[in-house]
């Protein structure tokens, strides 16, 4: 009892002392007089700092994005990381009677916005769902006799066409925005909600009583990285063979383990369900229990009915070929549904904008001194109209070039049409998500996918619908994401001229350390294995998504379109139901595309994220302030520590250094 009520006058005092800390942050002059020129924001120990977070997490969401596809928003950690890693250079470097520039809310920004561009590339890049189903393996398990995927329709995996083909699509996205950024942060006003949250923190640091807050932080971050990283090293000893280990606990019998139901130890995952929503969790773990627990099992037995007896399970004719297809038709229901939603709610608010632009300049009048100042400061240092224009064109130009010279299925003509369009398509996804704080571009990619892949033809098709949903997702993705971080500068007071050059450094840097994250799990690990641990699960979805838009449903195993059909039109109604209902009973209908993501992996990650939630929901309940913001400093350290060990791990695979002990779990022997 002493101990809580201690706490707790401790984190009223804080609260009280960073309430007082906001007034006189928000002072006027004193924060005009302390930005420093946009050229002195970014700095040689930032740009340092970025390299080195950005490989950290790169590794991170490489590993996710190869294992299960769901990758949180890491945006607010890596604000964190930063500034945990400068303050402890600072440190040093004052220890050693070395004189150092002092940190500023500025330059913390830069570094974030560096790093969230540098492992953004990872995240989106394609590793795991378009570029890696153009490979051989890919190709194969969705079946060389599969009509719509034409013979040779595949291109491995190379470091040189991988690096170019990012560096040629991802400056255009940089650039497509760029003039409309006042019209979008200024004059709409969109509160771009991670964007926003990531500046909140980012000013919390950077006051002289918020310091204490950000200490305790700093403090429970290395804790949880040290332990995560020594139990990734502790478990390594012990998984000297296939399926042994931790990771193949067998947590609740192994009957259920064969279903994919058990807790792997994960403190990635761990760490990756303290950060998403508890509803997140659970559809995971309800989609589960519905595949892996029901579905599989029924379909399992109409083996030599509904396909036939003696075909591999891996196949697209066998069971396989219903958790591909029911997955895709989960996730083209919710995606078209939240996609239709948001372009009409950005219709309906850029109409009701345009309508009302009389009362701008009378809601000018009423603005607070600080969103002067902001306004005044994001103005200050604009980028020119003409550098944008110059720029989106050049880089337009070299891609329109380059792109069917390396995938000669894609037409140039195709990528011209893709390149007229970006802009109206990526003002419409920043649109929406300024107001959503929903990212769309992975569907606008979809739909480009479909349209590519149809128009391209048999032969073409697959690879031209691939290609072209990189392109548009690229574009769309990048240029919302950089309307985020202006977002962030815009309430930080950094200069936008500052924000698209971190950016561009954080592209570039990005461009090169995915394909080598990449490289490190595709040499050392069995990626693309659907028994495997990193079954790279996005991968063959889109490669059937272009099937299926070369072919349509003739490429179905049997039986799988009437299933299909009832999951697609579950995924409308279920999104229906939330937007419909009274908001105490629609915020506990399941997400339709969290729920498909374990249709093809399994259980098991679903279980380890629900832990996740599990703590944070006790944690609130014992002390819901400090688990307010020490929340996400934990789960940064426990994600961090285990993806930073992939890094020692991987190695040792390819030095063939096995662990010499295999630990798993055998039925008792019966007489």
Same mark, same amino acid.
């Given at each position: 009892?002493?101990?809580?009520g201690?706490r707790g006058?401790?984190m009223?005092?804080?609260e009280n002392?960073?309430?007082?800390e906001?007034r006189?942050h928000?002072h ?15 700095t ?6 970025s ?6 997490y ?6 996710l994005n190869?294992?299960?596809g769901?990758?949180?928003?890491l ?5 964190l990381?930063?500034y ?10 004052v ?10 809310r500025q330059?913390?920004?830069?570094i974030?916005?560096?790093t969230?561009?540098c ?6 890049g ?15 398990q969705?079946?060389i006799?599969t009509?719509?995927?034409?013979p040779?329709?595949?291109k ?6 991988m690096?170019?083909f ?8 940089l ?7 006042k ?9 771009y ?28 971050f290395?804790?949880?990285?040290s ?13 000297g ?18 279903q994919?139901f ?16 508890h509803?997140?969790?659970l ?16 379909i399992?037995?109409?083996k030599g ?5 003696n075909?591999k399970e891996?196949?697209?004719k066998?069971?396989?070929?219903y958790?591909?297809?029911?997955s ?5 229901g ?7 939603k ?7 608010s850029m ?5 009302n632009?009389?009362?701008l ?9 600080d969103?002067?100042q902001?306004?005044?400061?994001f103005? &200050?240092? *604009?980028?020119p $109209?003409w550098? @944008?224009?110059? %720029?989106?064109?050049?880089?337009? /130009?070299?891609?329109? !070039?380059v792109i ?11 990528v011209?049409v893709?390149?007229?369009l970006?802009?109206s398509l990526?003002?419409c996804n ?5 107001l ?9 990619? &979809?739909? *480009?996918?479909? $349209?590519?892949a @149809?128009?391209? %033809?048999?032969d073409?098709?697959? /690879?031209?619908?691939l !290609? ?6 690229s574009i769309v ?8 971080d202006?977002?962030?500068g ?5 200069s ?8 561009a ?6 461009c ?5 994250s990449?490289?490190?799990f595709y ?6 294995n659907?028994?495997?641990e ?7 979805i889109y490669?059937?998504m272009?099937?299926?838009?070369v072919?349509g449903?003739s ?31 629609g ?8 729920m498909a993501?374990p249709?093809?992996?399994?259980g ?9 939630s ?5 944690w ?6 400090k688990?307010?913001f020490?929340?996400p400093a ?5 994600i961090?520590g ?5 890094l ?5 695979a390819l030095?063939?250094?096995?662990p010499?002990?295999?630990m798993?779990f ?6």
């Open positions: 009892m002493g101990t809580r201690g006058e401790e009223a005092e804080i002392d960073d309430v007082e906001t006189d928000h006027i002059e004193t924060q005009t007089k302390m930005i420093p020129p946009w050229k002195e924001q970014i040689v120990r930032g740009i340092v700092a390299l080195i977070i950005g490989i950290i790169s590794i991170i969401v490489m590993k190869l294992t299960t769901l990758v949180p928003n945006n607010v950690s890596a604000a990381l930063a945990v890693f400068i303050t402890s250079w600072t440190k040093i470097l220890k050693a009677n070395i004189v150092t520039t002092p940190f500023t330059e913390n920004t830069i974030q916005t560096c969230v561009a492992y953004s590339i990872a995240v989106g394609g590793f795991g769902s378009y570029l890696l189903g153009l490979d051989k393996k890919t190709y194969e969705a079946g006799d009509e719509g995927n034409s040779g329709s595949y491995e995996p190379g470091l040189d066409w690096i170019g990012l560096f040629v699509v991802s400056f255009v996205g650039l497509a925005l760029v003039p409309l950024r019209i979008m942060i200024i004059d709409y006003k969109l509160s909600p991670s964007g926003t949250a990531t500046a909140v923190l980012i000013n919390g640091f950077h006051t002289s009583k918020g310091d204490k807050m950000a200490k305790k932080q700093v403090n429970g290395m804790k949880f990285f332990l995560s990283f020594v139990w990734s090293f502790f478990q390594w000893f012990y998984t063979g296939e399926q042994c280990g931790f990771v193949n606990f067998p947590t609740f019998g192994l009957k259920a383990w064969r994919t058990y807790f792997d130890f994960s403190t990635t995952y761990i760490g990756a369900g303290m950060i998403c929503s509803l997140v969790n559809s995971l773990l309800l989609g589960a229990v519905l595949s892996w627990g029901v579905m599989w099992p029924l399992s037995d109409k009915d509904w396909f036939p007896q075909i891996s196949s697209m066998s069971l396989n070929g958790k591909v297809f029911i895709i038709a989960l996730i083209l919710d995606g078209l549904y939240n996609f239709l948001t372009l009409l709610c950005t219709i309906k109409h009701a904008t345009f309508n632009k009389k009362n300049k009378t809601d000018d009048k009423n603005e607070t001194l969103d002067l902001r306004n005044e400061a103005i &200050k240092e *604009s980028i $109209i550098v @944008a224009c110059i %720029g989106y064109l050049f880089f337009s /130009v070299i891609s329109i !070039i069917p010279i390396m995938f000669p299925q894609l037409k140039w003509y195709y011209v893709a390149y007229i970006a802009p990526s003002f920043a649109y929406g998500a300024g959503t704080d929903m990212n769309m571009a992975y569907n606008y990619g &979809k739909v *480009s996918l479909f $349209i590519l @149809a128009l391209a %033809g048999k073409n098709g697959v /690879v031209a619908g !290609i072209g949903c990189g392109l548009i997702k993705s990048i240029s919302s994401d950089l309307m985020h202006l977002k962030t815009y309430l930080t007071l950094t936008p001229r500052s924000m698209l050059v971190s950016q450094i954080g592209t570039a840097i990005g090169i350390v995915a394909p080598l990449f490289f490190l040499k050392a690990f069995d990626v693309g659907p028994d495997g990193y079954k790279a699960p996005y991968a063959i490669r059937n272009a099937i299926l838009g072919e449903f490429a179905l195993p049997r039986h799988c379109l009437e299933l299909c059909y009832g999951f697609f039109a579950f995924a409308v109604a279920a999104n229906l139901s939330r937007d419909l209902l009274p908001k105490r009973f915020k506990w209908v399941p997400l339709p595309m969290a993501v249709f093809l992996v399994g098991y990650f679903a279980v380890d994220m629900c832990v996740g599990l703590v944070v929901y006790v609130h309940r014992v002390d819901g302030r688990a307010g020490m929340v934990v789960a940064s350290g426990l961090c285990d993806g930073l060990w992939i020692p791990s991987s190695i040792l030095a063939k250094i096995n010499p002990i295999c798993s055998l039925p008792t022997l019966r007489s």
